[in-house]
């Protein structure tokens, strides 16, 4: 079945410098790729989607590649502060189907000042 | 505002007692989903509904049942709750009939069945 992994272990980092998170997927060969913020208690919120044939995306400080030999997506927060401290979450579709997603765990992002 | 929107927020409840936890969104979407979140498990698609009177399960469908009889609400029913449904629970909605859409997400709904 497919699987998502995203480092469970939290990630810190200090303010200014570039966060850097994980997502590896497995048995899939999905057509996009969606990054999400969650911030404790509350709902995610979406970022950013990247589909295969995009090997890098951008929104302001956010980076996003997809590697679809390596099966993996990395995101990148560059000039990193404290307000991004949060819990981000990797999506991808169904095989198969746009109708149908799984996320992975997460990782919680924490910016030192 | 365009909001995603359930109710209760907190619900306490005991086994077998039938809950109802309301989703309703303001923003004329097709797709609506439910999930429930667990440490460690991550989010977890419960069921997905891709228009009105279409709906289809997701990974975690046991225990669970959902309608959508209007296209602004999807609510989530548990017919006899157990301690293993104790979750966060989030409704979500997109447009057009696919989760490739931006989804919104609710505020989530924290149960716990005693």
């Known amino acids: 079945s497919q699987k998502i992994e995203q480092n469970s272990e939290a990630l810190n980092i200090q303010e200014g410098k570039t966060a850097t998170l994980t997502c590896n997927y497995t048995?899939?060969?999905?057509?996009?790729l969606q990054w999400y913020r969650q911030d404790p208690g509350r709902g995610p919120v979406f970022l950013l989607l990247?589909?295969?044939?995009?090997k890098e995306k951008r929104k302001e400080r956010l980076k996003v590649t997809f590697d679809t030999t390596l099966k993996q997506s990395l995101f990148h927060i560059t000039a990193s502060q404290p307000a991004d401290s949060a819990t981000y979450l990797c999506?991808?579709?169904?095989?198969?189907?746009?109708?149908?997603?799984?996320f992975g765990t997460g990782t919680k992002l924490q910016v030192i000042p | 505002e365009a909001q995603v929107t359930q109710n209760p927020r907190y619900l306490i409840t005991v086994t077998g007692k039938k809950l109802t936890v309301t989703c309703s969104q303001n923003?004329?979407?097709?797709?609506m989903s439910w999930y429930r979140q667990d440490p460690g498990l991550g989010l977890r698609q419960i069921y997905y509904?891709?228009?009105?009177?279409?709906?289809d399960k997701g990974d975690v469908p046991e225990g669970y049942k959902v309608s959508r009889k209007e296209k602004r609400n999807f609510p989530l029913i548990l017919e006899s709750p157990s301690p293993n449904q104790t979750s966060l629970y989030f409704c979500?909605?997109?447009?057009?009939?696919?989760?490739?859409?931006?989804?919104?997400f609710g505020p989530g709904t924290r149960l716990t069945v005693l």
């Open positions: 990247i589909r295969e044939n995009e």
């Open positions: 509904s891709m228009n009105v009177e279409v709906t």
């Open positions: 999506a991808l579709p169904y095989s198969g189907g746009y109708q149908k997603v799984t």
């Open positions: 048995n899939y060969s999905p057509a996009y």
């Open positions: 923003m004329n979407h097709e797709y």
């Open positions: 979500a909605s997109s447009s057009g009939g696919k989760v490739t859409d931006t989804q919104y």
